[in-house]
């Protein structure tokens, strides 16, 4: 696994949240997670806060796989609709598309699915950076 990619798989908040299968291939993404205590709302079900930043994540991840060691990406806008809920113990499944990935942008495209039911559908737009020291 590429460094950076390992880095977004082990980070504290993404642990806490129980990220799971973190992939990077060719500019797309993967990841997966439970819906459980950590990832519910008040209400009961997945928090919308965490399905719009793990569809962030998943962009950024897949979005690794293109970028050389001296290029970082930072998240420039994001747009995220979500279709449906997903309930404790469902398992989500992030999967990110790049669609465009210029000198200076890219953008990505995320769905998060339970089973064979898309939950949401997210564009990310990330700039391009170059990487702190």
């Known amino acids: 696994m590429d460094r950076r990619v390992e880095q977004v798989a082990n980070h504290p908040l993404h642990r806490h949240l129980g990220i799971q299968d973190v992939e990077s291939d060719a500019g797309g993404g993967r990841l997966s997670v439970i819906v459980g205590e950590n990832t519910v709302n008040p209400a009961g079900v997945f928090h ?17 796989s293109r970028l050389d060691d001296v290029t970082e990406a930072v998240t420039h806008d994001i747009h995220v609709s979500v279709m449906r809920v997903a309930n404790p113990g469902d398992t989500v499944v992030f999967e990110s598309t790049p669609i ?5 942008i890219a ?3 995320v769905s998060a699915r339970v089973a064979d039911r898309v939950i949401a559908q997210a564009r990310v737009t990330k700039t391009l950076i170059e990487a702190r020291a």
């Open 107 to 109: 953008f990505i495209d």
């Open 100 to 104: 465009r990935v210029g000198r200076r």
């Open 48 to 64: 919308g806060g965490v399905l719009y930043m793990l569809c962030d994540v998943c962009a950024y991840a897949g979005l690794l």
